[in-house]
């Protein structure tokens, strides 16, 4: 079956420094990547995707790479805020289990001013 | 454009209530999940249904669990005679289509089981 494994956390870093989380995956055909965000209190939202090999995700100075030599989508970002201070969370979905997404344990990050 | 909706936001019971949990999709979206997040642990998928029809319940614990999506009205998950182990927050997410489409998550239940 499908699985995503992502870098455990927490992750602290300090306002201004590079941020990466790793997420590897597998999956049986060929999934759609996806990177949500979530904040205390609230549901998940969607930050990111890509739906093909070598597509390139981003959104909010977030950027990810949808890498299927390495079944990888490494979540970066150049300069990070206290605003990111989140739970991200590396999922994939593809047509064989169709509806049914797979969701990694989701990486806890603190930024500190 | 109203997003998915949950209610309610917290709820508690005491054990072997019944919890039933509701979720009205963002309008258009015929396709709802349902997932369960524990305490300080990974979103775990229960179940995908479309109007009046379960699709994958894979995930749902065999006894004491349903799901529906009537015609009419919004998605329900009915937990009977809770437990505390049932304690955890309850995540409805929809889309538009089933597939490999992006979901959209509403803000999610709280139960508590006293």
């Known amino acids: 079956g499908n699985s995503v494994t992502q870098m455990e956390g927490p992750v602290t870093l300090s306002e201004e420094a590079f941020l990466t989380i790793n997420c590897t995956y597998t999956?049986?055909?060929?999934?759609?990547l996806f990177w949500y965000v979530q904040y205390p209190g609230e549901g998940l939202q969607l930050l990111l995707k890509?739906?093909?090999?070598?597509d390139k995700g981003s959104n909010k100075g977030f950027e990810a790479t949808y890498r299927k030599e390495t079944t990888s989508f490494h979540l970066e970002k150049g300069s990070v805020q206290v605003s990111d201070s989140a739970v991200y969370f590396c999922?994939?979905?593809?047509?064989?289990?169709?509806?049914?997404?797979?969701f990694g344990d989701g990486t806890t990050l603190t930024v500190k001013p | 454009n109203a997003g998915v909706m949950q209610n309610p936001r917290h709820l508690v019971r005491r054990r072997g209530q019944e919890a039933r949990l509701r979720c009205s999709p963002m309008?258009?979206?015929?396709?709802v999940y349902w997932y369960r997040q524990l305490p300080e642990e990974g979103l775990k998928f229960m179940v995908y249904?479309?109007?009046?029809?379960?699709?994958?319940e894979s995930g749902m614990p065999k006894e004491r669990f349903s799901a529906e999506f009537p015609k009419e009205g919004p998605s329900i998950l009915r937990i009977q005679q809770v437990v505390r182990g049932d304690s955890a927050a309850y995540f409805c997410?929809?889309?538009?289509?089933?597939?490999?489409?992006?979901?959209?998550f509403g803000p999610g239940t709280r139960l508590t089981v006293t």
């Open positions: 997410a929809s889309s538009p289509a089933g597939g490999i489409d992006e979901q959209y």
């Open positions: 999922a994939l979905s593809d047509r064989a289990n169709a509806g049914k997404s797979t």
């Open positions: 890509a739906t093909k090999a070598d």
């Open positions: 999956a049986t055909g060929y999934p759609s």
């Open positions: 249904l479309q109007k009046e029809n379960i699709i994958d």
């Open positions: 309008k258009g979206h015929s396709h």
